[in-house]
């Protein structure tokens, strides 16, 4: 099981990038099962940023909500910069949804320091796409 959870959750986010809604939100809720079932920090704090993506993506800001909690409090307690950097610059959307775009937009900036600092060059590279898309959102909504 220790691994299923991860797993779980990249299977959710490819659903979620071929659009596939239903199974990226069921892989989601096998993923937060299997981590939440073996108690695991690391596996919490890991899968957290796909889980609110996908719940973002299907409308269940209070699940986002709870799943950014939790996990900004796992990577927290183990001490992880890059894990919270990640959650947050996915808190991005939630905080889009919640009509928040100048507050979306500076938990990715403050996100993109971390990644190029330490981070994953994909993060980066997602946190930049992520932002670009915040402005193009931002835009929209002050026209
Ligand atoms: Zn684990």
Redesign the pocket.
């Known amino acids: 099981m ?1 691994l299923f ?1 991860r797993i779980a959750a990249e299977l959710a986010r490819l659903a979620l990038y071929q659009g596939s809604l239903e199974d990226a939100g069921q892989h989601a809720a096998v993923s937060h099962a299997a ?1 939440t079932e ?1 108690e ?1 920090r ?2 919490g704090a890991g899968i957290a940023a796909t889980l609110i993506e996908v719940a973002c993506a299907n409308g269940e800001l209070t699940i986002a909500d709870a799943r950014r909690t939790e996990g900004l409090e796992h990577a927290f307690r183990l001490g992880l910069p890059v894990a919270s950097a990640e959650i947050r610059a996915a808190s991005a959307r939630l905080l889009v949804a919640h009509g928040d775009v100048a507050g979306a937009r500076n938990e990715c900036i403050e996100a993109l320091a971390v990644f190029e600092q330490s981070g994953p060059t994909y993060l980066a590279e997602r946190t930049r796409r992520r932002i670009a898309e915040i402005d193009v959102e931002g835009k929209a909504h002050t026209a």
């Open positions: 220790f959870a981590a073996h695991c690391g596996c």
